[in-house]
């Protein structure tokens, strides 16, 4: 899978981008600090006034919004309410990926009960999707988490139609290019670059086709693997 960082050069390139977008951003690139499910913006004042949360308040908002659920299947309100829920549950380990951080076994399992949720709030509110939830569900299906870019590509471009700065750009463009979607990769990229400061543009504009060219590589590699697969058969 393309999604799949297990090779040296895969990994490096993302690595490289996430660093080079870090710097751009000062540390604002959306796919930092989600997935402790920590970040700013007080995502977790939907359920407690607290600035801290512990596993019992999230327990407590997730049955809570369960509840919600039962008594109005149909509203939607109540959906993003157990999808964030269930997005906060999931447990993330800092340890994991070499230090980089990613969500345990367990919260991989927790995630894909929060996926259906979403997806079955975005078919309630198809034209008011939150960008807010979206991040977080961006981060769910990213490769820390249930790794499926194309989710990933699909949901990030809600949070760049109500929210559209050259982060949420770089970070839809690099989703995109990872789930081989080239076009939309690029016009992503073309964005992000086109809102950038001007001293930043060409940093930005390099790390993006740096991905783009790693992730074009590992899947000549792997074309090529398999085609040496088949011949070897022959």
């Known amino acids: 899978m393309l999604f799949d960082l297990q090779s040296r050069g895969r990994r490096t390139a993302v690595k490289i981008i996430y660093l080079g977008l870090a710097v751009l951003m000062g540390g604002g690139l959306l796919l930092f600090g989600i997935g402790t499910g920590t970040g700013g913006g007080g995502f977790f004042d939907i359920f407690s006034n607290s600035s801290t949360s512990t596993s019992a308040q999230v327990s407590s908002a997730e049955k809570s919004a369960a509840r919600l659920v039962r008594l109005n299947p149909q509203d939607p309100n109540a959906w993003y309410k157990l999808t964030y829920a269930q997005y906060q549950s999931a447990p993330f380990d800092n340890t994991l990926d070499n230090g980089n951080g990613a969500f345990t076994t367990a919260g991989r399992k927790k995630l894909l009960v929060a996926s259906r949720s979403w997806q079955r709030y975005l078919t309630l509110d198809p034209q008011h999707p939150s960008a807010t939830l979206a991040r977080l569900m961006a981060n769910a299906y990213s490769q820390s988490g249930l790794n499926q ?77 398999g085609g040496q697969a088949v011949n070897g058969t022959g």
Request: a positive charge; proline letters at 4%.
């Open 149 to 225: 870019p194309a989710n990933a590509s699909s949901t990030m471009e809600i949070v760049t139609a109500q929210q559209p700065s050259e982060a949420a750009y770089a970070t839809l463009a690099e989703y995109a290019y990872l789930a081989n979607q080239m076009r939309k990769g690029d016009l992503a990229a073309a964005k992000a670059v086109s809102l950038a400061p001007s001293a930043q543009q060409r940093l930005l504009r390099v790390n993006l086709a740096n991905v783009k060219r790693q992730v074009l590589q590992q899947s000549a590699r792997g074309t090529q693997s």
